[in-house]
């Protein structure tokens, strides 16, 4: 299932009008589609001790695993920054994890527009293989 990337935009602005950023001040909201039509929003989470910091892609995940969804087709994620922002390594990993096919939408300050494949983002993720048995 689609929907309209400005449906998601709108989502993602208004999760990011939430985000707790007291440290770096730099706000951040993500709008994650469910397979199933759902949308699930994310902001991040600061904490004074930086390496606990919930990232906005991480949070709508949580909050889609949660309900029950573990398969995504679009995100639309928006940043402070003038430009557009990619989602960082750890964020990679993880929508890698329930979304390989995922097409992804930033959009910056400034109105410029750039988009991904999680393909494009992430061309060799990691992936569980259990050890061989000897």
Partial sequence: MTVDWNELAAAARDAQ???YAPYSRFHVGCALLGESGVIYKGCNVENASYGVTMCAERGAISCAVVAGEQRF????L???AEAPESPCGACRQVLNEFAPDLSILSLGVDGTEQRWT???LLP???EFRPPVET
């Fill in 118 to 120: 999680m393909t494009d």
């Fill in 73 to 76: 087709t679009q995100l639309v």
């Fill in 124 to 126: 060799a993720p990691f």
């Fill in 78 to 80: 928006v940043t402070d």
């Fill in 17 to 19: 009008s939430k985000a």
